[in-house]
């Protein structure tokens, strides 16, 4: 666990996320699946609702359950059940990254994201200027 100033980090295999772990799952593949859709054109274009959610949520398990998978998730230190945020990376690919809308300037993705990272496979119109910024050498393979 790493601590921050308010907030803690908890690191864990993606596999044990689904068997151990149903709060941070909950809160994971929920927003992932619903910012992406509220921060990617081509997600929000979808008419299908449902078939999003369902479709999306299996292929966000599927990321998630790929050997490597680690999952990071920002927590209040007081008191863990409450998440500020998470990232999934395998290796040195980060598949997504997400904070809650009242922590953002806190630099609690910093935190989120580990430093091996060359390649991202998920774009948002929040993630790109972010990208264009801090992490112009990162290759952006939505296939990796």
Not at 20 to 25: A, G, I, Q, R
Not at 47 to 73: M, N, W
Not at 76 to 96: A, H
Request: charged share 25%; aromatic share 16%; proline share 3%.
């Amino acid at each position: 666990m790493t601590e921050q100033s308010s907030y803690s980090i908890l690191t864990f295999f993606g596999k044990d996320l689904f068997t151990h772990h149903k709060t941070y799952e909950a809160f994971v593949c929920a927003n992932w699946r619903q910012s992406l859709r509220k921060y990617n054109e081509i997600f929000k274009a979808i008419e299908d609702h449902q078939a999003y959610d369902r479709e999306y949520s299996a292929f966000i398990k599927k990321l998630i359950e790929k050997p490597g998978c680690t999952i990071r998730v920002a927590v209040l230190t007081e008191d863990p059940e409450i998440i500020l945020g998470f990232s999934s990376k395998r290796e040195d690919v980060l598949d997504y990254v997400f904070v809650r809308h009242e922590q953002r300037g806190q630099k609690i993705s910093n935190a989120l994201i580990t430093p091996n990272i060359t390649t991202f496979t998920h774009m948002t119109k929040m993630w790109l200027p972010i990208w264009q910024s801090k992490y112009k050498d990162w290759k952006f393979n939505p296939f990796a």
